[in-house]
Structure formats: structure tokens, C-alpha cells
């Protein structure tokens, strides 16, 4: 009877720790897969904040030789692009703060949500302001 209870205990202990590292397993394969994602975001965020960031400043120069007819979309362009800018900088920050705390899906999925917003509304204020964007200096 006590051999059967060792016998029962051990093979409890090793069930046990079986399932353990499975879990640990899951686990360490979720937090790999979560890293990636941050690095992801995180690498789309910065790619569209320093896209914005070029096409403000051509708008700027541009601008500054631009007829007044051409001056008023240029603006308009340029503040929106302005407003995507700083969105995305609080999205960057706030990722950096939830990697502290720990990931959240929903956030990433709002993350990854206003990114394809702002990029689309990019590449609409880009094919905008193209014709302003290709005047050479005269």
C-alpha cells in the first residue's frame, strides 16, 4: 500500500511538472510573439512619423516659393500632416508605456488601427499636394 502511494505520489509530481512546463512553454512562446509585435508597431510608428516629418518640411520649403492660390491647400496639407505627426508620437509613447506595465491586445489592435488610419490619410494628402510638390524653382 505504501509503494502504491509513492508510485501514485510520483507520478502525480511528474504530471504535475509536465503541465508546468508546457504552461511555461505557451507562455515564454506568447511573450516572444508579443516582443515581436511591439517591435513591429513600434518600427511601422517610426517609419510613418519620419515620412510625415520629410513631407512637412518639403511643404515648408515649398511654400516659402509658392504663389498665394497654392498657399492655401499647401497649409491645410501641412496641419493635417502636423496632427497625424503628434498622433503618432502619443502612440509611440504610449506603446513605450505599456511595455512597462504590460501588452494589452486591444490597445495593440487600436495601435495598429489609427497607424492604418494615418497612413491612408497620408497617402491621400500626399496625391493632394503632388502638383505643389513637383513645381521646380523658377
Sequence with gaps: MKALRTILV??????????????????????????????????????????????????????????PKAKHPMDKATRELLQHRDKMERNMDEVVQISKKGWDTNTMMRIKSSIEDARRDYKRIRLDIKPYLSTSKS
Design 10 to 67: 510520483a507520478t502525480a509530481i511528474c504530471i504535475h511538472s509536465f503541465a508546468y512546463s508546457q504552461v511555461d512553454m505557451f507562455q515564454n512562446k506568447d511573450s516572444v510573439e508579443i516582443a515581436m509585435e511591439r517591435e513591429v508597431i513600434s518600427k511601422a510608428l517610426m517609419q510613418l512619423r519620419d515620412s510625415l516629418n520629410q513631407t512637412i518640411r518639403a511643404l515648408d520649403e515649398k511654400r516659402m516659393i509658392a504663389s
